[in-house]
Nanobody, 124 residues
Framework: QVQLVESGGGLVQAGGSLSLSCAAS????????MGWFRQAPGKEREIIAS????????YYADSVKGRFTISRDNAKNTVYLQMNSLKPEDTAVYYC?????????????????WGQGTQVTVSS
């Protein structure tokens, strides 16, 4: 059974940094595109970063561009999200997801596997 397990969330002050990790039990992890989504209370889940199977092709939402960095280590079946200069509006549950197409996709229904989510809270 495929599992994606996020870690690294928590509480941080505005301007601080957090690093999220997502370990995937995908046998062919390197062929999947990986995405990070987030969902704030009362809002829809949105994609904020994605990395293609053939990194370093990446995508960032405008709201996080220049502050967040997505990367992957195929040897460890892990994708990372480095979050710097965090703002209160970054507060959300963050999810990693995998899509077998191997390339950036914006819609959550185009992803095949999901993690359970990790809470990120940024205080002002």
């Amino acid at each position: 059974q495929v599992q994606l397990v996020e870690s690294g969330g928590g509480l941080v002050q505005a301007g601080g940094s957090l690093s999220l990790s997502c370990a995937a039990s995908l046998r062919t992890f390197s062929s999947y595109a990986m995405g990070w989504f987030r969902q704030a209370p009362g809002k829809e889940r949105e994609i904020i970063a994605s990395i293609d199977w053939s990194s370093p092709s990446t995508y960032y939402a405008d709201s996080v561009k220049g502050r967040f960095t997505i990367s992957r280590d195929n040897a460890k079946n892990t994708v990372y999200l480095q979050m710097n200069s965090l703002k209160p509006e970054d507060t959300a549950v963050y999810y990693c997801a995998a899509n077998r197409l191997g390339y950036y996709r914006a819609r959550s229904d185009e992803y095949d596997y999901w993690g359970q989510g990790t809470q990120v809270t940024v205080s002002s």
